[in-house]
């Protein structure tokens, strides 16, 4: 439902990307993590920006970019975002599986859905699985020679590390 409310795709990656892993990052990261223009992506932070949901900072010739937690509407904000990507679901199924890496995508077709990417072990009994969260998101789990054939429809190519209740990425 939220991708209806936000019809920009690019605005939607950096809504979910800045509201679920809250550490600052700068443009040609975020170019090279959604594989989008960085025109697209300059023109979405500045909006962002000016609605004050992310603040920026300048770094020497960089501009960091981070979730304004201070934003009257941040935790209506983080609650939404968490609702619509199933945040609560998909840890609780983690927890059950013994996974390295995890990704995000978007169907680029209706249903306009979200994917999640589950890099697991070559011999895990997991690999190959499908799951589906709350009948909305589908949960795929891969093998790591998958996932280098899948970087190219990922929208998100993020890893998560779940092992706090904040979302921080380790860049590959």
Not at 15 to 22: M, P, R, S
Not at 53 to 67: C, E, F, K, T
Not at 69 to 77: A, I, V
Not at 87 to 108: C, F, G, K, R, V
């Amino acid at each position: 439902m939220l991708h209806q409310l936000v019809t920009s795709k690019t605005r939607l990656r950096l809504i979910v990307k800045f509201f679920l892993y809250e550490e600052e990052t700068y443009l040609r990261r975020i170019v090279r993590e959604f594989n989008d223009s960085a025109n697209a992506i300059r023109v979405e932070l500045n909006r962002l920006s000016e609605m004050e949901l992310i603040i920026g900072r300048p770094v020497q010739n960089r501009r960091y970019y981070q979730v304004n937690k201070g934003h009257y509407m941040y935790e209506d904000m983080n609650r939404l975002i968490r609702n619509y990507v199933q945040w609560n679901p998909m840890q609780q199924l983690l927890e059950e599986t013994e996974w390295q890496n995890m990704y995000m995508a978007s169907e680029e077709k209706p249903p306009y859905g979200l994917e999640y990417i589950v890099e697991v072990k070559e011999d895990s009994q997991d690999a190959g699985k499908q799951v589906m969260l709350e009948e909305s998101i589908k949960v795929t789990f891969v093998t790591p020679n998958t996932v280098q054939t899948m970087d190219q429809t990922l929208i998100m190519v993020q890893r998560f590390d779940l092992g706090t209740a904040n979302v921080k990425p380790q860049l590959s």
